[in-house]
Protein backbone atom coordinates (compact mmCIF):
# COMPACT_ATOMS: atom_id res chain seq x y z
CA UNK A 1 0.00 0.00 0.00
CA UNK A 2 2.72 2.36 0.89
CA UNK A 3 4.85 1.31 -2.11
CA UNK A 4 1.95 2.46 -4.43
CA UNK A 5 1.11 6.14 -2.32
CA UNK A 6 5.08 6.60 -2.70
CA UNK A 7 4.65 5.20 -6.78
CA UNK A 8 1.59 8.16 -7.34
CA UNK A 9 3.47 10.97 -5.52
CA UNK A 10 6.33 10.21 -7.56
CA UNK A 11 5.22 10.58 -10.45
CA UNK A 12 2.69 13.38 -9.19
CA UNK A 13 5.95 14.93 -8.75
CA UNK A 14 7.70 14.63 -11.90
CA UNK A 15 4.75 15.03 -13.94
CA UNK A 16 3.92 18.48 -11.81
CA UNK A 17 7.66 19.46 -12.69
CA UNK A 18 7.68 19.18 -16.22
CA UNK A 19 4.30 21.07 -16.36
CA UNK A 20 5.94 23.96 -14.17
CA UNK A 21 8.58 24.56 -16.40
CA UNK A 22 6.48 25.54 -19.56
CA UNK A 23 5.97 28.79 -20.53
CA UNK A 24 1.86 28.67 -20.21
CA UNK A 25 0.17 29.65 -17.62
CA UNK A 26 -2.46 27.09 -17.48
CA UNK A 27 0.05 24.72 -17.49
CA UNK A 28 2.22 25.86 -14.69
CA UNK A 29 -1.11 26.30 -12.34
CA UNK A 30 -1.89 22.64 -13.18
CA UNK A 31 1.84 21.63 -12.78
CA UNK A 32 1.26 23.07 -9.07
CA UNK A 33 -1.60 21.27 -8.50
CA UNK A 34 -0.08 17.85 -9.25
CA UNK A 35 3.11 18.93 -7.34
CA UNK A 36 0.74 19.34 -4.14
CA UNK A 37 -0.70 16.75 -4.36
CA UNK A 38 2.16 14.58 -4.54
CA UNK A 39 3.23 16.55 -1.43
CA UNK A 40 0.09 15.69 0.39
CA UNK A 41 0.02 12.00 -0.64
CA UNK A 42 3.78 11.68 0.69
CA UNK A 43 2.72 13.76 4.17
CA UNK A 44 0.16 10.90 4.43
CA UNK A 45 1.88 7.97 3.60
CA UNK A 46 4.20 9.11 6.44
CA UNK A 47 1.70 8.00 9.13
CA UNK A 48 3.09 6.37 12.31
CA UNK A 49 0.30 3.96 12.03
CA UNK A 50 -2.92 2.97 9.59
CA UNK A 51 -6.37 1.30 10.56
CA UNK A 52 -9.54 2.40 11.71
CA UNK A 53 -10.84 5.67 11.23
CA UNK A 54 -9.77 7.95 13.82
CA UNK A 55 -13.06 8.78 15.81
CA UNK A 56 -12.82 8.72 19.45
CA UNK A 57 -16.02 6.85 20.15
CA UNK A 58 -14.71 4.23 17.59
CA UNK A 59 -13.39 2.10 20.45
CA UNK A 60 -9.59 0.98 20.94
CA UNK A 61 -7.06 3.70 20.06
CA UNK A 62 -4.55 1.05 19.27
CA UNK A 63 -6.21 0.11 15.92
CA UNK A 64 -6.88 3.93 14.73
CA UNK A 65 -4.86 5.20 11.79
CA UNK A 66 -2.78 8.08 12.97
CA UNK A 67 -4.81 11.18 12.59
CA UNK A 68 -2.34 13.93 12.52
CA UNK A 69 -1.05 13.45 8.74
CA UNK A 70 -4.55 13.85 8.24
CA UNK A 71 -5.23 17.01 9.31
CA UNK A 72 -2.18 18.60 8.54
CA UNK A 73 -3.27 17.72 5.17
CA UNK A 74 -6.01 18.93 5.42
CA UNK A 75 -5.22 22.16 6.27
CA UNK A 76 -2.60 21.97 3.32
CA UNK A 77 -5.06 20.86 1.05
CA UNK A 78 -7.23 24.17 1.95
CA UNK A 79 -4.27 26.58 1.87
CA UNK A 80 -3.41 25.28 -1.46
CA UNK A 81 -6.80 25.77 -2.30
CA UNK A 82 -6.90 29.13 -1.85
CA UNK A 83 -3.67 30.20 -3.52
CA UNK A 84 -4.35 28.06 -6.77
CA UNK A 85 -7.50 30.34 -6.18
CA UNK A 86 -5.76 33.06 -6.77
CA UNK A 87 -3.04 32.17 -9.01
CA UNK A 88 -5.94 32.16 -11.52
CA UNK A 89 -7.52 34.94 -10.87
CA UNK A 90 -3.68 36.19 -11.42
CA UNK A 91 -3.75 34.38 -14.49
CA UNK A 92 -6.96 36.10 -16.14
CA UNK A 93 -5.78 39.39 -15.03
CA UNK A 94 -2.34 38.75 -16.95
CA UNK A 95 -4.46 37.04 -19.99
CA UNK A 96 -7.04 40.20 -20.10
CA UNK A 97 -3.87 42.94 -20.12
CA UNK A 98 -1.66 40.94 -22.26
CA UNK A 99 -3.93 38.86 -24.71
CA UNK A 100 -1.86 35.97 -23.51
CA UNK A 101 -1.05 33.57 -20.62
CA UNK A 102 2.29 32.91 -21.31
CA UNK A 103 4.94 34.05 -19.14
CA UNK A 104 6.86 36.41 -20.11
CA UNK A 105 11.13 37.45 -19.79
CA UNK A 106 12.06 39.92 -17.14
CA UNK A 107 12.30 43.39 -17.96
CA UNK A 108 15.91 43.57 -17.43
CA UNK A 109 16.59 40.49 -18.59
CA UNK A 110 15.34 41.84 -22.07
CA UNK A 111 17.10 44.43 -21.59
CA UNK A 112 20.06 42.75 -21.35
CA UNK A 113 19.68 40.03 -23.99
CA UNK A 114 19.03 43.22 -25.77
CA UNK A 115 22.00 45.07 -25.37
CA UNK A 116 23.88 41.88 -26.33
CA UNK A 117 22.71 41.72 -29.77
CA UNK A 118 22.97 45.65 -30.79
CA UNK A 119 26.74 45.52 -29.68
CA UNK B 1 3.78 36.49 30.39
CA UNK B 2 3.68 33.24 28.73
CA UNK B 3 0.09 35.19 26.96
CA UNK B 4 2.54 37.60 25.44
CA UNK B 5 3.76 34.89 22.37
CA UNK B 6 0.24 34.09 21.94
CA UNK B 7 -1.18 37.79 22.19
CA UNK B 8 1.30 38.96 19.24
CA UNK B 9 -0.42 36.31 16.95
CA UNK B 10 -3.99 36.83 18.00
CA UNK B 11 -3.94 40.40 18.02
CA UNK B 12 -3.18 41.22 14.79
CA UNK B 13 -4.73 38.82 13.11
CA UNK B 14 -8.14 39.99 15.76
CA UNK B 15 -7.30 44.02 14.26
CA UNK B 16 -7.12 42.38 10.55
CA UNK B 17 -10.65 40.72 11.42
CA UNK B 18 -11.86 44.06 12.91
CA UNK B 19 -10.43 46.24 9.27
CA UNK B 20 -12.20 44.28 7.17
CA UNK B 21 -16.17 45.10 9.19
CA UNK B 22 -15.26 48.61 9.41
CA UNK B 23 -16.04 51.00 6.60
CA UNK B 24 -14.20 54.46 7.68
CA UNK B 25 -10.82 54.39 6.86
CA UNK B 26 -9.96 56.59 9.46
CA UNK B 27 -11.11 53.66 12.05
CA UNK B 28 -9.00 51.16 10.34
CA UNK B 29 -5.74 53.08 9.97
CA UNK B 30 -6.26 53.27 14.03
CA UNK B 31 -6.50 49.76 14.52
CA UNK B 32 -3.83 49.22 12.44
CA UNK B 33 -1.78 51.37 14.45
CA UNK B 34 -2.87 49.33 17.37
CA UNK B 35 -2.25 46.04 15.65
CA UNK B 36 1.12 46.73 15.21
CA UNK B 37 1.74 49.32 17.76
CA UNK B 38 0.71 45.99 20.21
CA UNK B 39 3.06 43.66 18.68
CA UNK B 40 5.69 45.93 18.85
CA UNK B 41 4.80 46.97 22.89
CA UNK B 42 4.59 42.80 23.31
CA UNK B 43 7.77 42.21 21.55
CA UNK B 44 9.88 44.57 23.52
CA UNK B 45 8.10 43.43 26.86
CA UNK B 46 9.24 39.79 25.53
CA UNK B 47 12.45 40.71 24.94
CA UNK B 48 13.28 42.16 28.29
CA UNK B 49 11.50 39.16 29.96
CA UNK B 50 12.79 36.45 28.18
CA UNK B 51 16.48 38.42 28.46
CA UNK B 52 15.82 38.13 31.92
CA UNK B 53 14.39 34.54 33.18
CA UNK B 54 14.83 32.81 30.03
CA UNK B 55 12.87 31.65 26.98
CA UNK B 56 8.95 31.96 27.43
CA UNK B 57 6.69 29.48 26.15
CA UNK B 58 2.61 29.25 25.39
CA UNK B 59 1.29 25.99 24.68
CA UNK B 60 -1.89 26.39 23.01
CA UNK B 61 -4.95 25.67 24.36
CA UNK B 62 -3.23 24.04 27.74
CA UNK B 63 -1.98 20.91 25.79
CA UNK B 64 1.02 19.76 26.89
CA UNK B 65 4.14 19.75 24.77
CA UNK B 66 4.73 17.13 22.00
CA UNK B 67 0.80 17.29 21.19
CA UNK B 68 -0.36 20.78 21.01
CA UNK B 69 1.13 23.37 19.81
CA UNK B 70 3.55 25.56 20.74
CA UNK B 71 4.84 29.06 20.67
CA UNK B 72 7.71 29.74 22.66
CA UNK B 73 9.76 32.93 22.53
CA UNK B 74 13.81 32.74 23.10
CA UNK B 75 16.11 35.46 23.43
CA UNK B 76 16.77 35.31 18.89
CA UNK B 77 13.37 35.09 18.06
CA UNK B 78 12.37 38.09 20.95
CA UNK B 79 15.36 40.25 18.75
CA UNK B 80 14.14 39.95 15.74
CA UNK B 81 10.67 40.51 16.62
CA UNK B 82 11.49 43.41 17.88
CA UNK B 83 13.04 44.82 14.90
CA UNK B 84 10.64 43.65 12.95
CA UNK B 85 7.51 45.08 14.90
CA UNK B 86 9.42 48.81 15.25
CA UNK B 87 10.35 48.24 11.38
CA UNK B 88 6.53 47.52 10.69
CA UNK B 89 4.89 50.23 12.56
CA UNK B 90 7.77 52.59 11.10
CA UNK B 91 6.30 51.86 7.46
CA UNK B 92 3.11 51.57 8.54
CA UNK B 93 3.39 55.79 9.24
CA UNK B 94 5.43 55.97 5.84
CA UNK B 95 2.39 54.16 4.01
CA UNK B 96 0.01 56.08 5.32
CA UNK B 97 1.25 59.56 4.86
CA UNK B 98 1.70 58.58 1.27
CA UNK B 99 -1.92 57.00 1.17
CA UNK B 100 -3.35 60.86 2.66
CA UNK B 101 -2.56 61.27 -0.71
CA UNK B 102 -5.39 61.01 -2.06
CA UNK B 103 -4.80 57.04 -3.30
CA UNK B 104 -7.74 54.34 -2.46
CA UNK B 105 -6.00 51.79 0.18
CA UNK B 106 -7.07 49.12 -1.62
CA UNK B 107 -7.93 47.11 1.35
CA UNK B 108 -3.84 47.61 2.62
CA UNK B 109 -4.90 47.56 6.41
CA UNK B 110 -6.19 44.29 6.20
CA UNK B 111 -3.48 42.74 4.46
CA UNK B 112 -0.77 44.68 6.94
CA UNK B 113 -1.89 43.15 9.65
CA UNK B 114 -2.38 39.35 8.23
CA UNK B 115 1.45 39.56 7.29
CA UNK B 116 2.20 41.16 10.72
CA UNK B 117 0.44 38.24 12.20
CA UNK B 118 2.23 35.85 9.90
CA UNK B 119 5.59 37.34 10.77
CA UNK B 120 5.21 37.04 14.22
CA UNK B 121 3.65 33.49 13.86
CA UNK B 122 6.85 32.26 11.70
CA UNK B 123 9.06 33.58 14.45
CA UNK B 124 7.55 32.25 17.39
CA UNK B 125 6.19 28.90 16.65
CA UNK B 126 7.71 25.93 18.45
CA UNK B 127 6.39 23.41 15.57
CA UNK B 128 7.09 22.37 12.33
CA UNK B 129 3.76 22.53 10.64
CA UNK B 130 2.22 25.56 12.40
CA UNK B 131 5.97 27.28 10.74
CA UNK B 132 4.43 26.19 7.15
CA UNK B 133 1.13 28.41 8.54
CA UNK B 134 2.92 30.65 9.51
CA UNK B 135 4.53 31.16 6.24
CA UNK B 136 1.50 30.26 4.23
CA UNK B 137 -0.39 33.33 6.29
CA UNK B 138 2.47 35.72 5.79
CA UNK B 139 2.67 34.61 2.05
CA UNK B 140 -0.66 34.97 1.16
CA UNK B 141 -0.75 38.86 2.67
CA UNK B 142 2.19 39.03 0.79
CA UNK B 143 1.11 38.18 -2.79
CA UNK B 144 -1.96 40.19 -2.49
CA UNK B 145 0.23 43.50 -1.22
CA UNK B 146 2.25 43.04 -4.40
CA UNK B 147 -0.76 43.11 -6.42
CA UNK B 148 -2.70 45.50 -5.02
CA UNK B 149 -2.19 47.94 -8.43
CA UNK B 150 -2.47 44.72 -10.77
CA UNK B 151 -0.86 46.06 -13.77
CA UNK B 152 1.00 44.42 -16.10
CA UNK B 153 4.11 44.29 -14.51
CA UNK B 154 2.69 43.28 -11.24
CA UNK B 155 0.69 40.69 -12.52
CA UNK B 156 4.38 39.13 -14.24
CA UNK B 157 6.50 39.58 -11.36
CA UNK B 158 4.18 38.60 -8.89
CA UNK B 159 3.09 35.10 -11.01
CA UNK B 160 7.20 34.51 -10.49
CA UNK B 161 6.74 35.02 -6.41
CA UNK B 162 3.36 33.15 -6.28
CA UNK B 163 4.88 30.26 -8.32
CA UNK B 164 8.09 29.49 -6.90
CA UNK B 165 7.12 30.22 -2.95
CA UNK B 166 4.24 27.74 -3.75
CA UNK B 167 6.61 25.26 -4.89
CA UNK B 168 8.95 25.53 -1.89
CA UNK B 169 5.64 25.15 0.23
CA UNK B 170 5.20 21.61 -1.67
CA UNK B 171 9.12 20.99 -1.03
CA UNK B 172 8.19 22.39 2.90
CA UNK B 173 5.52 19.26 2.80
CA UNK B 174 7.76 16.56 1.87
CA UNK B 175 9.79 18.14 4.82
CA UNK B 176 7.44 18.08 7.17
CA UNK B 177 6.50 14.59 5.45
CA UNK B 178 9.79 12.63 6.09
CA UNK B 179 10.51 14.11 9.34
CA UNK B 180 6.96 13.25 10.56
CA UNK B 181 8.09 9.95 9.10
CA UNK B 182 11.22 9.66 11.09
CA UNK B 183 10.33 10.78 14.27
CA UNK B 184 6.40 10.49 14.73
CA UNK B 185 6.52 14.63 15.68
CA UNK B 186 6.38 17.42 14.39
CA UNK B 187 7.21 19.70 17.80
CA UNK B 188 10.65 20.94 16.90
CA UNK B 189 12.11 20.57 20.01
CA UNK B 190 10.49 17.21 20.43
CA UNK B 191 12.44 16.63 16.15
CA UNK B 192 15.36 17.52 18.11
CA UNK B 193 15.83 15.22 20.65
CA UNK B 194 14.63 12.32 18.28
CA UNK B 195 16.67 13.43 15.28
CA UNK B 196 19.83 12.32 17.78
CA UNK B 197 19.00 8.86 16.73
CA UNK B 198 18.65 8.87 13.12
CA UNK B 199 20.98 8.05 10.82
CA UNK B 200 23.39 10.56 9.78
CA UNK B 201 23.37 10.38 6.02
CA UNK B 202 19.55 11.09 6.49
CA UNK B 203 20.39 13.77 8.83
CA UNK B 204 22.28 15.23 6.09
CA UNK B 205 19.71 14.60 3.87
CA UNK B 206 17.13 16.52 5.68
CA UNK B 207 19.34 19.22 6.33
CA UNK B 208 19.99 20.14 2.85
CA UNK B 209 16.91 20.04 1.88
CA UNK B 210 15.66 22.68 4.79
CA UNK B 211 18.33 24.63 3.50
CA UNK B 212 17.10 24.66 0.27
CA UNK B 213 12.86 25.32 0.93
CA UNK B 214 13.96 27.82 3.72
CA UNK B 215 16.96 28.93 0.89
CA UNK B 216 14.70 29.52 -1.50
CA UNK B 217 12.50 31.97 0.74
CA UNK B 218 15.11 33.78 1.76
CA UNK B 219 17.17 34.26 -1.64
CA UNK B 220 19.99 31.96 -1.24
CA UNK B 221 22.59 31.48 -3.69
CA UNK B 222 21.83 30.03 -6.21
CA UNK B 223 17.58 30.04 -5.74
CA UNK B 224 17.36 33.67 -5.39
CA UNK B 225 16.51 34.43 -8.82
CA UNK B 226 12.80 35.21 -7.98
CA UNK B 227 13.74 38.36 -5.63
CA UNK B 228 15.40 41.00 -7.63
CA UNK B 229 11.98 40.36 -10.42
CA UNK B 230 9.62 40.42 -8.29
CA UNK B 231 10.10 42.89 -5.16
CA UNK B 232 10.89 45.95 -7.51
CA UNK B 233 7.38 46.43 -8.66
CA UNK B 234 5.29 46.68 -5.71
CA UNK B 235 4.94 50.85 -3.98
CA UNK B 236 7.13 51.34 -1.75
CA UNK B 237 5.58 50.92 1.37
CA UNK B 238 4.95 47.22 0.28
CA UNK B 239 8.41 46.67 -1.13
CA UNK B 240 10.49 48.40 1.74
CA UNK B 241 8.65 46.24 4.59
CA UNK B 242 9.06 42.63 2.28
CA UNK B 243 12.63 43.64 1.57
CA UNK B 244 13.08 44.08 5.62
CA UNK B 245 11.17 41.46 6.73
CA UNK B 246 10.48 38.33 4.51
CA UNK B 247 13.81 37.27 3.25
CA UNK B 248 15.00 37.86 7.15
CA UNK B 249 12.50 35.61 8.52
CA UNK B 250 14.01 32.90 5.73
CA UNK B 251 17.27 33.18 7.44
CA UNK B 252 15.55 33.32 10.91
CA UNK B 253 14.10 29.97 10.33
CA UNK B 254 17.53 28.61 8.68
CA UNK B 255 19.67 29.41 11.33
CA UNK B 256 16.93 28.11 14.20
CA UNK B 257 16.75 24.90 11.89
CA UNK B 258 20.31 24.10 11.61
CA UNK B 259 21.62 25.50 14.98
CA UNK B 260 18.26 23.07 16.68
CA UNK B 261 17.74 20.23 14.61
CA UNK B 262 21.49 18.98 13.49
CA UNK B 263 23.69 19.47 16.38
CA UNK B 264 26.62 20.50 14.19
CA UNK B 265 29.62 22.39 15.87
CA UNK B 266 32.25 23.05 13.95
CA UNK B 267 32.21 25.37 10.95
CA UNK B 268 30.47 24.16 7.38
CA UNK B 269 32.37 24.86 4.58
CA UNK B 270 29.56 24.06 2.35
CA UNK B 271 27.87 27.12 3.83
CA UNK B 272 30.64 28.93 3.84
CA UNK B 273 30.52 28.37 -0.11
CA UNK B 274 27.08 29.43 -0.54
CA UNK B 275 27.34 32.44 1.41
CA UNK B 276 30.64 34.08 -0.45
CA UNK B 277 28.57 33.15 -3.47
CA UNK B 278 25.69 34.92 -2.63
CA UNK B 279 27.85 37.79 -2.20
CA UNK B 280 29.41 37.81 -5.10
CA UNK B 281 26.28 37.25 -7.14
CA UNK B 282 24.40 39.55 -5.60
CA UNK B 283 26.72 42.39 -5.36
CA UNK B 284 27.42 41.74 -9.09
CA UNK B 285 23.93 41.94 -9.98
CA UNK B 286 23.53 45.11 -8.46
CA UNK B 287 26.33 46.93 -10.24
CA UNK B 288 25.20 46.08 -13.26
CA UNK B 289 21.64 47.87 -12.59
CA UNK B 290 20.24 50.94 -13.55
CA UNK B 291 17.27 51.53 -11.54
CA UNK B 292 17.96 52.64 -7.14
CA UNK B 293 15.07 49.93 -6.15
CA UNK B 294 16.43 47.00 -8.39
CA UNK B 295 19.79 47.89 -7.10
CA UNK B 296 18.33 47.70 -3.57
CA UNK B 297 16.66 43.96 -4.37
CA UNK B 298 20.01 42.94 -4.96
CA UNK B 299 22.10 44.12 -2.39
CA UNK B 300 19.29 42.21 0.20
CA UNK B 301 20.86 39.08 -1.93
CA UNK B 302 24.07 39.99 -1.16
CA UNK B 303 23.44 40.87 2.39
CA UNK B 304 22.05 37.23 3.30
CA UNK B 305 25.56 36.19 2.19
CA UNK B 306 26.94 38.07 5.46
CA UNK B 307 24.44 36.24 7.77
CA UNK B 308 24.97 32.93 6.29
CA UNK B 309 28.61 33.45 7.01
CA UNK B 310 27.89 33.92 10.77
CA UNK B 311 25.65 30.74 10.44
CA UNK B 312 28.55 28.93 8.88
CA UNK B 313 30.68 29.20 11.77
CA UNK B 314 28.66 27.74 13.99
CA UNK B 315 30.74 29.23 16.60
CA UNK B 316 29.12 31.56 19.51
CA UNK B 317 30.68 34.80 17.79
CA UNK B 318 29.47 33.67 14.97
CA UNK B 319 26.24 33.70 15.67
CA UNK B 320 26.03 36.73 17.23
CA UNK B 321 27.56 38.32 15.02
CA UNK B 322 25.01 36.94 12.84
CA UNK B 323 22.13 38.17 14.69
CA UNK B 324 23.96 41.49 15.32
CA UNK B 325 23.98 41.50 11.06
CA UNK B 326 20.43 40.88 11.02
CA UNK B 327 19.08 43.34 13.36
CA UNK B 328 21.10 46.15 11.52
CA UNK B 329 20.15 44.95 7.92
CA UNK B 330 16.17 44.63 8.67
CA UNK B 331 16.91 48.42 9.64
CA UNK B 332 18.91 49.44 6.89
CA UNK B 333 17.18 47.42 4.25
CA UNK B 334 13.60 49.14 4.57
CA UNK B 335 15.34 52.65 5.43
CA UNK B 336 17.24 52.45 1.93
CA UNK B 337 13.80 50.99 0.26
CA UNK B 338 11.79 54.13 2.11
CA UNK B 339 14.58 56.15 0.44
CA UNK B 340 13.87 54.95 -2.70
CA UNK B 341 10.49 55.35 -2.49
CA UNK B 342 11.08 59.53 -1.77
CA UNK B 343 13.12 59.55 -4.86
CA UNK B 344 10.39 57.92 -7.06
CA UNK B 345 7.58 60.58 -5.43
CA UNK B 346 10.29 63.15 -6.43
CA UNK B 347 10.91 62.05 -9.69
CA UNK B 348 8.23 59.51 -11.07
CA UNK B 349 10.68 56.94 -11.34
CA UNK B 350 13.49 55.28 -9.41
CA UNK B 351 15.60 54.60 -13.26
CA UNK B 352 19.44 56.63 -12.31
CA UNK B 353 19.30 58.11 -15.72
CA UNK B 354 16.42 59.92 -15.23
CA UNK B 355 16.79 61.22 -12.00
CA UNK B 356 19.56 63.68 -10.79
CA UNK B 357 20.55 66.87 -8.87
CA UNK B 358 18.29 65.71 -5.55
CA UNK B 359 20.93 67.48 -3.42
CA UNK B 360 20.02 70.48 -4.34
CA UNK B 361 16.11 70.14 -4.65
CA UNK B 362 15.57 68.05 -1.00
CA UNK B 363 18.83 67.96 0.69
CA UNK B 364 16.99 65.96 3.34
CA UNK B 365 16.55 62.91 1.60
CA UNK B 366 20.09 63.27 0.92
CA UNK B 367 20.84 63.08 3.88
CA UNK B 368 18.73 60.62 5.18
CA UNK B 369 20.22 57.98 2.07
CA UNK B 370 24.01 58.70 3.27
CA UNK B 371 23.76 57.31 6.73
CA UNK B 372 21.96 54.19 5.40
CA UNK B 373 24.08 53.56 2.54
CA UNK B 374 27.81 53.85 4.36
CA UNK B 375 25.79 51.80 6.75
CA UNK B 376 24.96 48.84 4.39
CA UNK B 377 28.89 49.05 2.91
CA UNK B 378 29.97 48.76 6.39
CA UNK B 379 31.88 52.07 7.01
CA UNK B 380 32.65 53.39 10.47
CA UNK B 381 30.69 54.29 12.44
CA UNK B 382 27.64 52.76 11.46
CA UNK B 383 26.02 49.99 12.19
CA UNK B 384 26.95 48.34 8.97
CA UNK B 385 30.40 48.23 10.22
CA UNK B 386 29.83 46.79 13.51
CA UNK B 387 28.20 43.81 12.32
CA UNK B 388 30.80 43.09 9.64
CA UNK B 389 33.43 44.01 12.44
CA UNK B 390 32.36 40.98 14.41
CA UNK B 391 31.78 38.19 11.37
CA UNK B 392 35.16 39.38 10.06
CA UNK B 393 37.13 39.31 13.60
CA UNK B 394 35.42 35.67 14.06
CA UNK B 395 36.49 34.57 10.46
CA UNK B 396 39.75 35.78 11.02
CA UNK B 397 39.36 33.96 14.35
CA UNK B 398 38.90 30.61 13.19
CA UNK B 399 40.96 30.56 10.14
CA UNK B 400 38.78 31.29 7.38
CA UNK B 401 40.62 33.52 5.27
CA UNK B 402 38.84 33.31 2.22
CA UNK B 403 35.77 34.28 3.08
CA UNK B 404 36.49 37.19 5.13
CA UNK B 405 38.49 38.31 1.83
CA UNK B 406 35.49 37.96 -0.30
CA UNK B 407 33.09 39.84 2.35
CA UNK B 408 35.38 42.35 2.40
CA UNK B 409 35.95 42.75 -1.31
CA UNK B 410 32.03 42.81 -0.89
CA UNK B 411 31.95 45.92 1.08
CA UNK B 412 34.13 48.03 -0.94
CA UNK B 413 31.65 46.67 -4.49
CA UNK B 414 28.62 47.61 -2.30
CA UNK B 415 30.07 50.91 -1.77
CA UNK B 416 31.09 51.28 -5.33
CA UNK B 417 27.13 50.93 -6.25
CA UNK B 418 26.23 53.25 -3.33
CA UNK B 419 28.50 55.83 -4.63
CA UNK B 420 26.57 55.08 -8.10
CA UNK B 421 23.12 55.74 -7.49
CA UNK B 422 24.47 59.15 -4.96
CA UNK B 423 26.05 60.43 -7.93
CA UNK B 424 23.29 59.93 -10.31
CA UNK B 425 20.25 60.96 -8.25
CA UNK B 426 21.87 63.36 -5.68
CA UNK B 427 24.43 65.02 -7.54
CA UNK B 428 24.48 66.32 -11.06
CA UNK B 429 22.34 68.73 -12.77
CA UNK B 430 18.83 69.25 -11.14
CA UNK B 431 16.03 67.26 -13.31
CA UNK B 432 12.36 67.81 -13.67
CA UNK B 433 10.19 65.22 -12.15
CA UNK B 434 6.73 64.33 -11.23
CA UNK B 435 5.97 65.69 -7.48
CA UNK B 436 7.20 66.22 -3.89
CA UNK B 437 7.61 63.37 -1.19
CA UNK B 438 5.47 64.66 1.60
CA UNK B 439 6.52 65.39 5.02
CA UNK B 440 5.00 62.09 6.85
CA UNK B 441 7.02 60.18 4.20
CA UNK B 442 10.44 61.64 4.88
CA UNK B 443 9.54 61.73 9.14
CA UNK B 444 8.71 57.90 8.77
CA UNK B 445 12.03 57.73 7.47
CA UNK B 446 14.05 59.49 8.99
CA UNK B 447 12.80 57.79 12.29
CA UNK B 448 14.20 54.16 10.61
CA UNK B 449 17.33 56.39 10.02
CA UNK B 450 17.62 57.03 13.78
CA UNK B 451 16.51 53.55 14.47
CA UNK B 452 19.65 52.72 12.75
CA UNK B 453 22.10 55.03 14.26
CA UNK B 454 20.65 53.97 17.52
CA UNK B 455 21.62 50.25 16.75
CA UNK B 456 25.26 51.60 16.42
CA UNK B 457 24.78 53.62 19.37
CA UNK B 458 24.09 50.39 21.43
CA UNK B 459 26.51 47.91 19.60
CA UNK B 460 27.73 47.38 22.91
CA UNK B 461 24.63 46.16 24.76
CA UNK B 462 23.39 44.27 21.50
CA UNK B 463 26.42 42.52 21.30
CA UNK B 464 26.33 41.36 24.64
CA UNK B 465 22.75 40.16 24.06
CA UNK B 466 23.64 38.89 20.87
CA UNK B 467 25.99 36.99 22.51
CA UNK B 468 23.35 35.30 25.07
CA UNK B 469 21.22 34.63 22.73
CA UNK B 470 23.90 32.90 20.05
CA UNK B 471 24.69 31.11 23.65
CA UNK B 472 21.27 29.27 23.81
CA UNK B 473 21.23 28.55 19.80
CA UNK B 474 24.20 26.51 20.26
CA UNK B 475 22.49 24.55 23.49
CA UNK B 476 19.76 23.12 22.19
CA UNK B 477 18.99 21.41 25.42
CA UNK B 478 17.90 25.04 26.69
CA UNK B 479 15.24 25.53 23.84
CA UNK B 480 14.22 21.86 24.74
CA UNK B 481 13.93 21.83 28.42
CA UNK B 482 11.97 24.84 28.10
CA UNK B 483 9.60 23.61 25.66
CA UNK B 484 9.09 19.65 26.65
CA UNK B 485 9.58 20.78 30.67
Redesign the interface.
Same mark, same amino acid.
Do not use: H, Q, Y
Given at each position: MTLVTLTAAAVLFSAGTYL?LQRS?AR?VVG?GL??H? &??L +??L #? #?S?RTGLPPVVAGGDPQSMADP +??QA?VL? &?VV??F??TA??LA +? &?L??AI +??GTDS??D???DRR?AGAGERS | MSWLPAFVVAFPLLGAGVTLLVRSVAIRRVVTFLGVGGVLAAAVGLLFAVDRDGAVVAQIGDWPAPLGITLIADRFAAIVLSVSASMLLAVLLFATAQLRRGEVDWGFHTKYLALTAGVSLSLLTGDLFTLFVGFEVMLVASYVLLTVRSGVDEIRSTMTYVVINLVASALFLVVIALVYGLTGTVNMADISTRLADVDPNTRLALSMLMLVVFGIKSGLFPLFMWLPDSYPTAPTPVTAVFAGLLTKVGVFVIIRTQTLFFGIDEPSTFLLFVAGATMVVGVLGAIAQNDVKRILSFHIISQIGYMIFGLAMFSIAGLAAAIVYITHHIVVKTGLFLVGGLVESEYGTGALDRTGGLLHRRPVVAALFLPLALSLAGLPPFSGFVAKLALVQEGVALGRGTIVAVSLGVSLLTLFSMTKIWGATFWGEPKEGGGEAGRGMVIATGLVVALSLGVSMIAGPLTDLALRAAADLLEPGRYIRAVLG
Open positions: ILVLVSG &AN +LL #S #SV +LPMT &AITGVFL +L &ARG +LTVEDVEI | -
